[in-house]
């Protein structure tokens, strides 16, 4: 029977170490690209969409190192977070859509 955690835990064994680290490095680069751009981000949304960034590549993060454990937990935690996360964006989203605050309905 397929289930996603035969699946998930089938995975890990087949991945060489050298992939998880190439992986590991290349979302701290971009952990590090993501945060200069919320510090130097002119505007609320250019820093709303690096928060939001930070926020998948955590989730990636998260992942990775579940696929490297070979642990379910990981995934179920991802999930979990990735829908406060879309609620969250959604959330902002809405929130500077609004002008003057009054919701615009056209």
């Not at 680069?29 to 930070?54: M, N, Q, S, W």
């Amino acid at each position: 029977m397929f289930t996603v955690s035969a699946l998930y835990s089938e995975i890990g064994p087949l991945i060489p170490n050298w992939v998880i680290v190439c992986s590991a490095l290349m979302l701290i680069l971009a952990l590090v690209f993501t945060l200069i751009r919320f510090y130097i981000g002119p505007r609320t949304p250019d820093r709303i969409v690096a928060l939001d960034l930070v926020a998948g590549l955590t989730l990636a993060a998260l992942l990775l190192s579940g696929i490297a454990s070979g642990s379910e937990f990981y995934l179920q935690s991802v999930l979990g977070f990735s829908l406060v996360l879309f609620l969250g964006t959604v959330a902002m989203a809405r929130y500077l859509d609004r002008s003057d605050g009054n919701d615009r309905h056209e």
